[in-house]
């Protein structure tokens, strides 16, 4: 038997010693738990969370599977209609969920003058424009629910800039209203099924195909005129607006200019930068007020994506209202995988370039080093793949044509010159600014003098233009079979590997000197200037410098033929 005897100084060593141990745990417990020790995607979690809490909202918790006749019947407001979908134990056709708004729209189903704040963070399950395979997405988002005032509304817009201003980075949010394009739309008697190929092209900047669609809708010229007119409708929230009101012509312009003006106070407290874009749409069938995105320095791509959607509401529950945003965390991986070249400080802004190698490359940098933009070191006489000229804030890549819309659609880099016929099979996501016009020539259908379709069967295509010849047959609803074919294109009817090709067609010489003829030319292509969507946010103004400069040299060159 031991016996232990408490004496004072025992006692006192033993609280010492526990005062020690109880700091030691607390150190260790802050090293452990610091936020700054956490990946981006992580700490925003936290900060988003305390965000949305502090706002009122309520967590919405929810499984990962939902029937899929939900996505069936509501096919139109998913932003792709690709779903991964498998059989339950119990029979039922289940699918991973692709979306989260559309799962709460179905099962919150607010009391008439109710409204229902959540919050959420959830994992979603989409096609990757990227590796083309499904990918799991996290995002954290906030959606208001059933009766939907101005103050919901200014309430959630703000909370979308306090989200990103949470974020720790520079930031960027981008306003429109969807009212103002359907208002337009009404006052102009566009027809309802040239609308959504009309908003396209307003998503895209595109200008010069954008009045030749009004053209094709059956638009006056006057018309068209005034639908690319929202084209200059872009930059300060406050000018911007001036311009909008200016240019109302009914009263659901009206109306949409007097909702962004009430939302005006409220923005101008955010802190970050706000922008009035009305060439900014959402989908049709899903937005029907308010839209917005918002943007991070460095990032490529929107990180944050919201709006009013009362009309999707309204499938599961009659005459309320509905606003909320989404922020993709994944995104913010990103921020710590800034490329070497882009660390480099030249004390200016940099446009960096991707200029395509080759004859249409050499014409672009002519005309740009033209025009200011050269650099002091000749990149034909070099194997470098990056030059630049600090002083003139330019940065050009060499890269592959076909690799252009690549490199500026994922923000390696900001702009680009790149064909039509690469851009157009890319399907890629950027701002196509400008028709340079250099480089003229058409997508066409050729096939052996003398033939003739044959109905009975599926056509068979070679082309190394797979998805421009899909929609352009698709648009016909003719059956093929495609030939992927990667050159010498107008070989596989000789051979009789195939009975028509698809193909680029300049002079049509190659065609005739292999008893070729065209049957029909359905796309013109030229090389355009496009921007990266993300890249334009931040440095519109030296990309609207260097368009104005390229527009008007372009301009005195055609005037001088």
Same mark, same amino acid.
């Given at each position: 038997?031991?016996?232990?005897?408490?004496?004072?100084?025992?006692?006192?060593?033993?609280?010492?010693?526990?005062?020690?141990?109880?700091?030691?745990?607390?150190?260790?417990?802050?090293?452990?738990?610091?936020?700054?020790?956490?990946?981006?995607?992580?700490?925003?979690?936290?900060?988003?969370?305390?965000?949305?809490?502090?706002?009122?909202?309520?967590?919405?918790?929810?499984?990962?599977?939902?029937?899929?006749?939900?996505?069936?019947?509501?096919?139109?407001?998913?932003?792709?209609?690709?779903?991964?979908?498998?059989?339950?134990?119990?029979?039922?056709?289940? *699918?991973?969920?692709?979306?989260?708004?559309?799962?709460?729209?179905?099962?919150?189903?607010?009391?008439?003058?109710?409204?229902?704040?959540?919050?959420?963070?959830?994992?979603?399950?989409?096609?990757? *424009?990227?590796?083309?395979?499904?990918?799991?997405?996290?995002?954290?988002?906030?959606?208001?629910?059933? *009766?939907?005032?101005?103050?919901?509304?200014?309430?959630?817009?703000?909370?979308?800039?306090?989200?990103?201003?949470?974020?720790?980075?520079?930031?960027?949010?981008?306003?429109?209203?969807?009212?103002?394009?359907?208002?337009?739309?009404?006052?102009?008697?566009?027809?309802?099924?040239?609308?959504?190929?009309?908003?396209?092209?307003?998503?895209?900047?595109?200008?010069?195909?954008?009045?030749?669609?009004?053209?094709?809708?059956?638009?006056?010229?006057?018309?068209?005129?005034?639908?690319?007119?929202?084209?200059?409708?872009?930059?300060?929230?406050?000018?911007?607006?001036?311009?909008?009101?200016?240019?109302?012509?009914?009263?659901?312009?009206?109306?949409?200019?007097?909702?962004?003006?009430?939302?005006?106070?409220?923005?101008?407290?955010?802190?970050?930068?706000?922008?009035?874009?009305?060439?900014?749409?959402?989908?049709?069938?899903?937005?029907?007020?308010?839209?917005?995105?918002?943007?991070?320095?460095?990032?490529?791509?929107p990180l944050l994506k919201g709006g009013r959607y009362d009309l999707l509401l309204q499938k599961f529950t009659p005459g309320a209202g509905a606003i909320g945003f989404a922020v993709y965390l994944d995104e913010l991986d990103r921020l710590n995988a800034m490329p070497p070249v882009q660390h480099q400080d030249t004390g200016k802004v940099m446009l960096n370039v991707a200029l395509p190698k080759g004859r249409l490359g050499d014409k672009v940098y002519n005309l740009l080093a033209g025009i200011g933009y050269g650099c002091p070191e000749d990149y034909n006489a070099t194997r470098k793949l990056v030059v630049e000229n600090p002083a003139a804030g330019i940065r050009y890549f060499l890269v592959k044509p076909s690799d252009v819309a690549i490199y500026v659609e994922h923000g390696a880099a900001d702009v680009g010159i790149v064909g039509k016929d690469i851009l157009t099979e890319a399907a890629a996501d950027v701002y196509e600014l400008l028709d340079t016009g250099l480089g003229r020539c058409r997508m066409c259908v050729a096939a052996p003098a003398g033939y003739r379709d044959d109905p009975s069967r599926p056509v068979r295509v070679a082309t190394k233009f797979v998805n421009i010849a899909k929609r352009y047959y698709a648009s016909m609803g003719r059956d093929i079979d495609i030939i992927k074919l990667n050159g010498s294109i107008e070989l596989a009817p000789i051979l009789g590997l195939s009975d028509v090709i698809v193909d680029i067609v300049e002079t049509g010489t190659t065609l005739r000197e292999n008893g070729l003829q065209v049957v029909t030319e359905f796309m013109p292509i030229s090389a355009r200037f496009i921007a990266n969507k993300a890249s334009y946010q931040f440095k519109h103004w030296q990309m609207d410098t260097m368009l104005e400069k390229l527009r008007d040299t372009l301009h005195k060159q055609e005037e001088e033929k």
């Open positions: 038997m031991f016996l232990c005897i408490e004496t004072p100084e025992l006692c006192r060593c033993r609280e010492r010693n526990k005062g020690k141990e109880t700091r030691e745990r607390k150190r260790g417990s802050e090293t452990e738990f610091s936020l700054e020790h956490l990946q981006p995607k992580e700490r925003a979690s936290f900060a988003l969370r305390s965000l949305y809490e502090t706002a009122g909202c309520r967590k919405y918790h929810m499984g990962r599977f939902e029937e899929y006749s939900l996505y069936q019947e509501n096919r139109s407001f998913l932003s792709s209609e690709q779903v991964i979908t498998f059989t339950d134990l119990d029979g039922r056709l289940l *699918a991973l969920k692709p979306d989260v708004t559309l799962s709460i729209a179905k099962t919150a189903q607010p009391a008439p003058g109710e409204t229902l704040r959540y919050y959420y963070h959830e994992n979603v399950y989409r096609p990757s *424009a990227e590796s083309h395979t499904f990918k799991e997405i996290s995002q954290m988002g906030l959606e208001m629910l059933g *009766a939907v005032g101005k103050a919901e509304v200014q309430q959630a817009v703000c909370l979308a800039a306090q989200s990103l201003a949470a974020l720790g980075a520079e930031w960027v949010l981008e306003v429109s209203h969807m009212g103002y394009l359907f208002g337009l739309f009404d006052a102009l008697n566009v027809p309802e099924a040239a609308r959504a190929q009309l908003l396209e092209k307003l998503r895209q900047k595109n200008a010069h195909e954008l009045r030749a669609a009004a053209l094709s809708a059956g638009l006056s010229e006057t018309a068209a005129d005034a639908l690319c007119g929202v084209l200059e409708l872009s930059g300060g929230y406050a000018t911007t607006l001036s311009k909008a009101a200016a240019l109302c012509r009914n009263p659901a312009m009206t109306a949409a200019v007097a909702e962004l003006t009430a939302l005006a106070p409220t923005l101008g407290q955010a802190g970050g930068s706000i922008r009035l874009d009305l060439t900014l749409a959402g989908e049709m069938e899903y937005y029907n007020g308010l839209v917005f995105q918002g943007y991070l320095k460095a990032l490529p791509r």
